[in-house]
């Protein structure tokens, strides 16, 4: 059974840094990782995503610079580190798992995580 289990959330002030990680287990065939944020009252939004195979990465505009996805094939797992936190970074963050080659949205993936919340404090 494909799974996809997030940690790493928390509290951070302003300026601080989180790392998340997305651990998959299963078969997800999937080609790309992904990680979205939904935070109360908006869309769930693309934050960045990568290719298993050749480590491509993409990036939002509002993490660009301060977020870096990563990943360890070998232990089937994703990573965020979240650096120069800011407020507007509160969501609840989610590892997304896809087979198709368009990342930013969420029709792409077809298996989702449960989410880590994610708060930045002023």
């Known amino acids: 059974q494909a799974q996809l289990v997030e940690s790493g959330g928390g509290l951070v002030q302003a300026g601080g840094s989180l790392r998340l990680s997305c651990a998959a287990s299963g078969r997800t065939n999937s080609k790309t990782m992904g990680w979205f944020r939904q935070a109360p009252g908006k869309e769930r939004e693309f934050v960045a995503a990568?290719?298993?195979?050749?480590?491509?990465?993409y990036y939002a505009d509002s993490v660009k610079g301060r977020f870096t996805i990563s990943r360890d094939n070998s232990k089937n797992t994703v990573y965020l580190q979240m650096n120069s936190l800011k407020p507007e970074d509160t969501a609840v963050y989610y590892c997304a798992a896809g087979s198709g080659i368009v990342v930013i949205t969420t029709t792409s993936y077809n298996y989702w995580g449960q989410g880590t919340q994610v708060t930045v404090s002023s």
């Open positions: 990568i290719s298993w195979n050749f480590g491509t990465t």
